[in-house]
T-cell receptor, first 115, second 109 residues
Framework: DAMVIQNPRYQVTQFGKPVTLSCSQT?????MYWYQQKSSQAPKLLFH???????NEADTPDNFQSRRPNTSFCFLDIRSPGLGDAAMYLC??????????????FGAGTRLSVL | GQNIDQPTEMTATEGAIVQINCTYQ??????LFWYQQHAGEAPTFLSY??LDGLEEKGRFSSFLSRSKGYSYLLLKELQMKDSASYLC??????????WGAGTKLIIKP
């Protein structure tokens, strides 16, 4: 089945220790998104790639970086995690950047804990 | 600014019908999505409306009124597995999804 896969499902890191979350997709979609979601809050878009074109949200902290080495993979790097970065991180894909009824398909998410 | 307003929590009975309302203010409008999110899991797509009116898909229906900035999700024949959060997400003029915090729906036997 075509899908969006996130690894790991749960990640524990220490305050200030860099961490990388990964996402892969078999949908061959052009667009990949990274969201941060805290409990009972709306998902917050951090950035997205349209193919190799990187789009950063204005309020995404510099502490968050992303890489997309090819169509299938996208990584979220948190350079120096703080306690406030503990959240669920969701990766999503869509065929295009929103024309028509383009649906975003989500991976199962990575829950990050910062000790 | 852009704003989504949904009730924080609703309770309904198994087998009944529930309507979850969403009002929105966005910079431009390019359709509205509803997603379902079970606790600790990722959102899954339920419905999409771009024109005014009702879209029906099995037990779920979604309604849109663009002039009122209003949508609702109607769930019929509620089942225990429908206990989840339901997120309303209109898309703005830049085709960005603007997410609401969601409505937590609790189904009681």
């Amino acid at each position: 089945d075509a899908m969006v896969i996130q690894n790991p499902r749960y990640q524990v890191t220490q305050f200030g220790k860099p961490v990388t979350l990964s996402c892969s997709q078999t949908l061959n979609h052009n667009v990949m998104y990274w969201y941060q979601q805290k409990s009972s809050q709306a998902p917050k878009l951090l950035f997205h790639y349209y193919d190799k074109d990187f789009n950063n949200e204005a309020d995404t902290p510099d502490n968050f970086q992303s890489r997309r080495p090819n169509t299938s993979f996208c990584f979220l790097d948190i350079r120096s995690p703080g306690l406030g970065d503990a959240a669920m991180y969701l990766c999503a894909t869509s065929r295009s950047a929103g024309t028509g009824g383009d649906i975003q398909y989500f991976g199962a998410g990575t829950r990050l804990s910062v000790l | 600014g852009q704003n989504i307003d949904q009730p924080t929590e609703m309770t309904a009975t198994e087998g009944a019908i529930v309507q979850i309302n969403c009002t929105y203010q966005t910079s431009g409008f390019n359709g509205l999505f509803w997603y379902q999110q079970h606790a600790g899991e990722a959102p899954t797509f339920l419905s999409y409306n771009v024109l005014d009116g009702l879209e029906e898909k099995g037990r779920f229906s979604s309604f849109l009124s663009r002039s009122k900035g209003y949508s609702y999700l109607l769930l019929k024949e509620l089942q225990m597995k429908d206990s989840a959060s339901y997120l309303c997400a209109p898309r703005d003029s830049n085709y960005q999804l603007i997410w609401g915090a969601g409505t937590k729906l609790i189904i009681k036997p």
